[in-house]
């Protein structure tokens, strides 16, 4: 028997969804029984000689003086020591009380990984491969195709339910219903390029369409823009929270999310990955995706660990989140009016920190034209359109930046 | 053409050993030209709306203020933003000024990455696969079999030129005569668990024998205890320096190191990857390595960076490390007494933080036993022994450690 039957077994039980999407690199993986695992049971030990990093002997951190002078108000220990293998566990638990607010009890403790990608990274490992499909929205973050198609050799198929006059549900029945294989289906809402997230009447047909696929499915929910909703009527929380009800046999939901936006903390290199699952297809999950972690960056950075916890412990966290959701808002606003007063038409969006304007011209060569002046926006030449970031432009240049890009999208 | 084939050519122009020995994953690797490389060409624009960050709309950070009140001394901007792909290139080009005091200038400009496991992992995913084979040294550290043969199925095999009675730089060369197919050689000095690193002679002997390879080798040094060398007439510095000269259709060396162990920033999380060569060919193999960190981890923590970079740049850096080293050769020779006293005979060890005793019994057994006694230590089962990491134990209870270990080592 090898060691990685037993959690194959269990995830078969359980989740037969997930088994049957999981790739030849998925089912190889466990965590190996090491030093890792050894010092954990050791912790709290009166004399601890098994984790190699130096501490004081009593599990205090024994650090440069340049790098203690840099920190304050947390304890040293938090910041230069090792943490623990996928994550502070009271960190992984603040997480989760975040979550259950909208999504309910029946997930599984969050995973922290050294930012949404390794989440995003981690998942493509265990669930995309040569034998397993991989449905991605179109347009969607180029990085998707370089983790899933390039990184891993999965087939990528698209699905493309927005488009510049608006947003079509069914494209993903289209999409699904074309499968015959086990797929990992990848959300994004509030989506990256287009800052597009559905209504709820939308968001609920997503649902009964995932629900009708035809073959068994991971879907992975890309939650990194969570909560940064600029409209009324749009669905609050996660695609993740409505998937959970879903048969297992059917259907796995993957949440991949981090405090990289959510929490403004961009160089902190904080993600999270939580399986819909409870009980010991929870613990067999958690088990794959820590032995994937394990392989790709170990541990994961501590001080920024112990940042994002402290935040989340702030009494008042919400407010100071909500002024800067507040300065975001405001550009998304200026933004409008301002591509409005030029006569431009941008794609549907309403969330995150993007939108997209069609372009007849050569994206890349628009691009190159505003570059010159020293405008910097971004080319989707495969959707004939400008990505313009409102997030990093102040608003009162905003009418700037869309007069410039009205110019160089006109005709000539 | 695909866009992997650029790359491709000139890595085999350039390094045949490095093309001879790359995976299929290597080959296909290739740095996609998208936002992130579109934001790079947009740095400095008057307007910069390439970037999914919120900033002040002038490239400075808005942050929580509860995470920004936790920072003193260092830019805002320079932890909570996104630092660039591979690495700050201020900070690569400190490291390789750090490097290049042993090792001369023909070597590349380091990629940092997200801790060592994560250059280690990235070496794995461009070197090893079903096709090449892997030798690795035995002992050693456990996760090099999950990273290698479990993650990326490669068929592993061994060399053990260490034992309890010495150290036999033959053993190598017996194993790379053995080999036919091209190869990536793992070398580890000081190693992790052993504490060992070769003489001066041993070190000149360990490179004749990869000179003298019929295989074409890709050589990863891993550094991550570079420096902690605790007797006179060892190796100083790496044996990555010398292998630069040896030919580049012969032997690729690689050398994967970072502030982990090196500055005592265990949780930070910033290691490098630094390959021998210079020119369009170091340029190849450093995209190669590039684009498997867009697909693992994209950006490294920022914070980390900067803290490390602060480091280097402290003018009494290595006065700050000595204090540290020398508490670390205290601990050191308290054990090497500690174990003459009670009359335990260790494997030799001479650096890094570790120490080898030979267990008659069942290692796990002796570990199980002393944890029971508030002692942690780590079971090494395939070499019969206990590994004692020093580092984390104060010389003042090393007496303790050794006669607990003493007593359970003893036959019963």
């Known amino acids: 028997m090898l060691p990685s039957d037993r959690l194959n077994a269990a995830i078969a039980t359980h989740h037969p969804a997930a088994s049957a999407c999981m790739s030849d690199l998925g089912r190889a993986m466990y965590y190996p029984q090491g030093v890792a695992a050894q010092a954990q049971e050791a912790k709290g030990a009166r004399i601890n000689a098994t984790i190699g990093q130096l501490t004081d002997g009593q599990g205090g951190a024994l650090a440069l003086p340049s790098m203690a002078a840099r920190l304050v108000g947390l304890p040293l220990e938090d ?5 623990a293998q996928g994550g502070r566990r009271d960190l992984r638990e603040a997480w989760r009380r975040r ?13 922290a990984t050294a930012g949404i990608t390794h989440g995003l990274s981690t998942i493509a490992d265990l669930f995309a491969g040569p034998d397993t499909d ?20 999965a087939p990528v198929y698209t699905y493309a339910p927005l488009g510049p006059d608006g947003f079509d549900p069914g494209a993903l029945r289209v999409a699904l219903q074309a499968r015959a294989r086990p797929t990992l289906l990848v959300l994004n809402f509030p989506s990256n390029p287009s800052g597009y997230t559905p209504t709820v009447a939308e968001a609920d047909e997503l649902v009964e369409i995932i629900a009708d696929s035809p073959v068994p499915l991971v ?14 009527g749009l669905l609050e929380g996660s695609m993740f929270d409505r998937l959970l009800h879903l048969d297992p046999a059917r259907v796995l939901p993957v949440k991949v999310d981090g405090a990289t936006k959510e929490l403004f903390f961009f160089g902190g290199r904080v993600g999270f990955v939580t ?18 972690m394990r392989a790709t960056t ?30 975001l808002r405001a550009r998304y606003r200026a933004l409008r009016d301002g591509l409005r007063s030029v006569g431009l038409t941008p794609w ?24 010159a002046e020293g405008i910097g926006v971004v080319a989707i030449p495969e959707a004939s359109a400008i990505r313009l970031s ?5 608003a009162s240049v905003m009418g700037e930046l869309v007069s410039a890009l009205a110019a160089h999208l006109a005709p000539r």
Chains 1, 2 share one sequence.
């Open 390 to 394: 409102y997030a990093s432009v102040d």
């Open 219 to 232: 879907v992975m929910t890309d939650d990194a823009y969570q909560g940064m909703v600029w409209e009324d």
């Open 298 to 327: 170990s541990a994961t950075t501590s001080f920024s660990q112990a940042l994002v916890l402290d935040a989340l412990s702030s009494p008042d966290l919400d407010a100071q989140c909500a002024t800067l959701l507040s300065e």
């Open 99 to 111: 979550l259950v607010r909208t999504a309910g009890d029946r997930i599984s403790l969050p995973l």
């Open 134 to 153: 991989v449905l991605l929205p179109d347009p969607a973050w180029g990085n998707y195709r370089h983790l899933f198609a390039t990184r891993r050799a």
């Open 348 to 371: 549907p969006y309403n969330s995150a920190f993007f939108a997209l304007v069609h372009s007849d011209r050569d994206p890349e060569v628009v691009r190159r034209e505003l570059l």
């Open 275 to 292: 399986f819909g699952a409870t009980g010991a297809g929870a613990a067999a999950l958690e088990e794959k995706a820590l032995s994937v």
């Open 79 to 83: 910041a230069v020591l090792y943490a």
